[in-house]
């Protein structure tokens, strides 16, 4: 849709159009089947709407401004300190995400704001060590509730973060909750009725984002080599490319390139085909495509591709022995320290010896280490094992 030149010139002359309000500029720059503000279902916690600030912006600075965020610049994505400094960090990553995320938002003429939230939010439940700390919690709290990344997010924001003084967690949007809320229950979010398109543009975002930046990460620790990579469907297309647009480069100029080139391959096949999906749904409002099922993703032969590539890097990166030994030494100390607390609740800080009042020892306990970032979690396991009495530290 063309915006008028004369902003007074208007099909409906019963209201005035001021892109400074909220839902006047999603009225004329979102699709109809995109969220709208205006439509958000609200807070737990009722607030007086702000002047030009919609919900979902000021969702994403609560998500920006909160402790738990900042935390993530000292987890690890996949690799730790111990293996170099040029790595990404959980931090990092979920820049990368939401930046993804926004731009696919943008073309497909979604909301921006939520989409860029739940970017931001999406991996903020992560605990210390990656992958290998998720296991070692899950496996911790198998038979007690079970320990899940995206569900701890939800208890970040709803109880553990600390914003208002009459309640706890920060009094997110139902929308950017909910949206949360399928990433923590996928199977149940893949059939039936579908999540909000936005949801499903940070899935998408984010499984492109870690693709394509763990093949620039393990190129250049030099756990995996540019001939390897090449037996590879898609990194051959993506290479093609590049060598059409840039010739011959050297080895640093080329790994640079084969992942921005692989950024650029899936998100424009993913444009390609939501964009011919959602053609058809013009008119149409999120709830009724929600009902429907609508969900969005790349075409099948960028989608086989993608699936060969997630394999190989499972088994040439993801279980490459300097990984899995790094791994080892860290599942080792988590799991110790959490049996420890467990064993002796009294040295847990007083705030999650109250929680443990309340939701049990083993939950708080689970709490208390996903809510650590790595450094920190090496420090209170040190401080456990060299002290026999006394509290750890409140992070």
Request: charge should be negative; aromatic fraction near 6%.
């Amino acid at each position: 849709m063309t915006l008028p030149t004369d902003l007074t010139d208007i099909a409906e002359p019963a209201w005035t159009l001021d892109l400074r309000q909220v839902a006047d500029r999603e009225h004329w720059l979102l699709a109809s089947y995109a969220m709208h503000s205006r439509d958000s279902a609200g807070r737990q916690h009722a607030e007086q709407e702000h002047s030009y600030r919609g919900p979902y912006a000021r969702d994403r600075d609560r998500v920006l401004h909160s402790s738990a965020f900042r935390r993530l610049s000292g987890k690890m994505q996949v690799f730790t300190g111990e293996m170099g400094e040029y790595h990404r960090t959980r931090l990092t990553h979920t820049f990368e995400v939401a930046s993804v995320a926004r731009t696919i938002a943008r073309v497909l003429r979604l909301n921006e704001d939520l989409t860029e939230t739940l970017g931001l939010l999406h991996d903020i439940g992560h605990p210390p060590f990656g992958h290998c700390g998720e296991d070692v919690l899950a496996e911790a709290m198998r038979g007690h509730g079970g320990f899940s990344h995206n569900q701890f997010a939800l208890s970040i924001v709803t109880e553990l973060e600390q914003r208002f003084t009459h309640f706890p967690g920060l009094n997110l949007s139902a929308e950017v909750l909910g949206g949360q809320d399928s990433r923590a229950h996928k199977a149940e979010a893949a059939i039936g009725r579908a999540p909000l398109l936005e949801v499903q543009v940070v899935d998408l975002a984010d499984s492109i984002a870690y693709n394509s930046h763990d093949v620039d990460d393990a190129l250049q620790m030099g756990l995996i080599e540019h001939a390897e990579l090449r037996r590879l469907t898609l990194i051959r297309r993506a290479l093609e490319n590049v060598a059409r647009k840039l010739g011959d480069l050297p080895p640093s100029r080329l790994r640079q390139a084969l992942v921005h080139e692989l950024l650029d391959l899936q998100v424009s096949d993913l444009l390609v085909s939501a964009g011919e999906r959602l053609r058809e749904c013009q008119g149409r409002t999120a709830e009724e495509l929600r009902a429907d099922g609508v969900r969005l993703g790349h075409s099948a032969e960028i989608a086989a591709e993608r699936a060969e590539l997630e394999g190989y890097l499972f088994e040439a990166v993801y279980r490459h022995p300097r990984l899995m030994q790094v791994r080892k030494l860290a599942s080792d100390r988590l799991r110790l320290l959490f049996d420890g607390l467990v064993a002796a609740p009294q040295r847990l800080p007083l705030r999650f010896r109250t929680r443990a009042a309340q939701i049990g020892v083993r939950r708080s306990v689970s709490d208390y280490l996903a809510g650590m970032t790595d450094r920190f979690c090496d420090s209170q396991f040190q401080l456990f094992q060299a002290q026999p009495t006394g509290p750890l530290t409140d992070w």
